[in-house]
């Protein structure tokens, strides 16, 4: 007999041997077709999964829960943590199976200890006092909403645009700032919202849910209300080792509006590359924007080989970048542009040596070819270089309207500034005790022009090595480390700082990301993957004063060896959307393993809208 899928049903046990299946279209299997994956509970009730065996519809599983002699799925009524322990053992099955592993071989006892707590269910997405098969695997949001029920049925309608189908949209100030409430019953769709973001947000979740039919479309019926963890919810993407124009830009503003994410963080300026346009500079461009050769795949800057071909002129034009900004702003994402200083500056340097500490006789004229850090930086002893990043900055907020521009800060050598006499000058005026010191002159001097502009200047967490006052924004990049003296976000909100929080251990996705045989990497500095992601709490170390402090979190794509925009991808994405978990929804929510079910789903999604997304195991 041809094997078929397993329908919600009834089965029943036998000293909890599978004796029998009886399917809603009346087919019925017997114990040679099955496997029992039940794990024990609370209250003597085993829940868990029904699976075909390895080789027979291998990726068609049926969550179920087991009381005494009988199972009850679907048509019947399940409390939460049936159906919600059983779903993610059928997924976990279901990963075993794929795996050419078996659905015993499943680890039960920590599926069921992510789940629940003190004997008590956390809350899980789909929840339900009453939870039918039909619609609970269609519920695969991402980021998953802070509170939701799934009801029994769907809304159903001819119309094609589900955000055209909402009957009754509501401004509600009870709300959390960006937050919504989602109710989908069988005869219409309501949305209240907090602001125009929540609204936004709402869209997206609505979006997530749809379903195309042979009429239409349908939603599953349900009731949500969401709000942010975090007000900064992060992507940065470095644009000066490697270039990829404004349609990969637009594409990764697409998916950070799908998963709630709302700050840009774009990377303009470096060693390598300076990639904007600043009227009155032409020679940004001409000498900044292109290399005359490169890295290539695979070459370290130990043992450097070289292509023969020109990478560039490439670069935004005022208008470009406004254009970037206002598909942005529909998008209901702030662009954060940084501008670097005082170091990684070589390429603005290449374009107007006198800016530098060394004047006319630096050479070559290009930018830094090798990845890494450059002894050639700003000369903050020089007033022209001073003039000449105000200008700078000018333009920059005449073009981005965000309240925060960052101003770099990080990984500057002082080799130059010792032996500039126009530093040495600067240090002895202002009565600077060393290079240090003069360092955060000049990042105070660029705190106070941008804010007589009703800017917030934001710096990487270097900027914290000497007395920076308070006003000032921090990016904390670091982590604690034996040996090192770093600043982290813990230091930075102690320090009274308002932070970010992007440790390297956590949140590079320039790290590998576990996924085996994986040709996009070329070194293993580090490992990120989902999980690493998914479980980091950037609030753990801090009390709640110290918390409040706390931004949010923010992901870092650095592409010295990311060379397309395939590979970028590949490298953001699902990062990204675990990353989207830790901004979006309270910790005591999330589990890693409820996650994992919902990825399954809306890993396909990605894909079928074109992104090149690495797989989950």
Avoid at 421 to 438: F, I, S
Avoid at 451 to 462: C, F, N, P, T
Avoid at 584 to 593: C, E, V
Wanted: hydrophobic share 40%.
């Amino acid at each position: 007999m041809a094997s078929r899928p397993v329908a919600q049903g009834a089965y029943t046990m036998d000293s909890h041997h599978v004796r029998r299946i009886e399917t809603r279209d009346g087919y019925v299997r017997n114990e040679g077709n099955v496997e029992d994956c039940g794990i024990r509970g609370p209250f003597g009730i085993d829940y868990g999964a029904i699976v075909p065996k390895r080789g027979e519809c291998a990726n068609l599983f049926v969550p179920v829960c087991i009381s005494a002699s009988h199972v009850a799925f679907g048509s019947i009524r399940m409390e939460p943590v049936f159906f919600a322990l059983g779903q993610a053992a059928a997924t976990a099955a279901t990963l075993a199976i794929e795996n050419g592993s078996s659905a015993q071989d499943v680890d039960y006892g920590e599926l069921r200890r992510c789940l629940l707590r003190d004997g008590q269910v956390l809350p899980l997405a789909p929840c339900a006092e009453t939870v039918k098969a039909d619609n609970a695997n269609c519920v695969a949001v991402v980021p998953m909403p802070q509170e939701m029920q799934l009801k029994s049925g769907w809304y159903e309608t001819c119309l094609e645009d589900v955000v055209k189908a909402v009957s009754i949209w509501a401004n509600d100030v009870t709300l959390p700032r960006e937050g919504y409430a989602l109710s989908v019953k069988q005869d219409g769709v309501t949305v209240r919202f907090a602001d125009e973001d929540g609204r936004f947000w709402a869209e997206q979740t609505l979006l997530q849910l749809v379903e195309k039919t042979s009429n239409g479309i349908r939603v599953p019926c349900l009731q949500i209300r969401d709000w942010p963890r975090y007000a900064w919810r992060g992507v940065h993407l470095d644009e000066c080792r490697h270039f990829f124009g404004k349609q990969e830009v637009k594409k990764v503003l697409d998916l950070m509006a799908m998963h709630k994410l709302n700050v840009f963080h774009w990377h303009l300026t470096d060693d390598q590359a300076w990639r904007l346009e600043i009227p009155g500079f032409p020679a940004l461009l001409e000498y900044g924007a292109v290399r005359p050769f490169s890295l290539v795949r695979g070459a370290t800057n130990q043992s450097p080989k070289y292509d023969d071909k020109p990478y560039g002129p490439f670069f935004y034009t005022v208008a470009d970048a406004r254009e970037i900004v206002a598909y942005a702003q529909a998008r209901h994402i702030t662009v954060v542009p940084e501008i670097e200083l005082p170091g990684h500056a070589r390429a603005a340097l290449a374009a107007y040596p006198g800016l530098s500490c060394v004047g006319s006789t630096l050479t070559p004229r290009h930018p830094r070819i090798l990845w890494g850090v450059e002894d050639e930086v700003f000369c903050a002893g020089n007033d022209e270089t001073i003039r000449f990043l105000e200008h700078v900055f000018d333009v920059v907020c005449d073009i981005f309207p965000s309240k925060t521009i960052h101003i770099g800060g990080d990984e500057c050598p002082k080799t130059r500034w010792k032996a500039c006499d126009k530093c040495q000058a600067r240090m002895a005026k202002e009565g600077l005790k060393d290079e240090e010191a003069l360092q955060a002159w000049m990042t105070r001097r660029f705190l106070d022009y941008l804010g007589k502009k009703g800017r917030r200047a934001i710096g990487w967490d270097e900027v914290l090595s000497s007395d920076i006052p308070a006003s000032m924004r921090v990016m904390a990049w670091h982590t604690r480390m034996p040996g090192y003296v770093v600043h982290t976000a813990e230091d930075a909100v102690k320090s009274g700082h308002e932070t970010v929080a992007t440790p390297m251990v956590s949140c590079y996705f320039d790290s590998r990301q576990g996924v085996e045989d994986d040709g996009h990497y070329e070194f293993p500095r580090r490992t990120v993957t989902i999980r690493n992601i998914f479980e980091f709490d950037p609030a753990a170390m801090m009390d709640e004063k110290e918390s409040k402090l706390l931004l949010g979190v923010q992901s870092c794509n650095w592409t010295e060896r990311t060379w397309g925009s395939d590979d970028l991808e590949w490298k953001m994405w699902p990062r990204t959307c675990a990353l989207s978990e830790v901004a979006w929804t309270a910790s005591p929510m999330r589990r890693f393993l409820e996650f994992r079910v919902r990825m399954e789903r809306h890993r396909l999604r990605l894909v079928a809208a074109g992104v090149n997304c690495a797989p989950l195991k």
